[in-house]
């Protein structure tokens, strides 16, 4: 399963992004995307379903890139 989640501290020049997040049978985060996801499709109609699935990541809790032991991992936002 994945989905598009707000994710911070993602790089210097992409602070906060969208990324597609995939997780496990138990629903805990696997692994993302290596870069920022933008809209795209063949058809105008395609792009349209990107962007309003890409909106749902708006709804769900952000999430911050961190690293903990020399390893990069996805947890729950802890900003302002």
């Known amino acids: 399963m994945w989905n598009y ?3 911070y501290s993602f790089s210097e ?3 906060v992004c969208i990324c597609e997040v995939y997780y496990n049978s ?3 985060i696997e692994t993302w995307s290596a870069e ?3 809209v795209y499709g063949d058809t ?3 792009a349209l379903r990107c962007y309003l699935e890409m909106a749902d ?3 769900e809790p ?3 890139l961190v690293e903990i032991g020399g ?3 996805l947890v729950s936002y802890r900003g302002v």
């Open 71 to 73: 390893k990069k991992k």
């Open 36 to 38: 920022p996801e933008s």
């Open 44 to 46: 105008c109609d395609e």
């Open 57 to 59: 990541a708006f709804v």
């Open 62 to 64: 952000p999430l911050e």
């Open 5 to 7: 989640r707000l994710v």
């Open 26 to 28: 138990d629903g805990e």
């Open 13 to 15: 020049e992409c602070p």
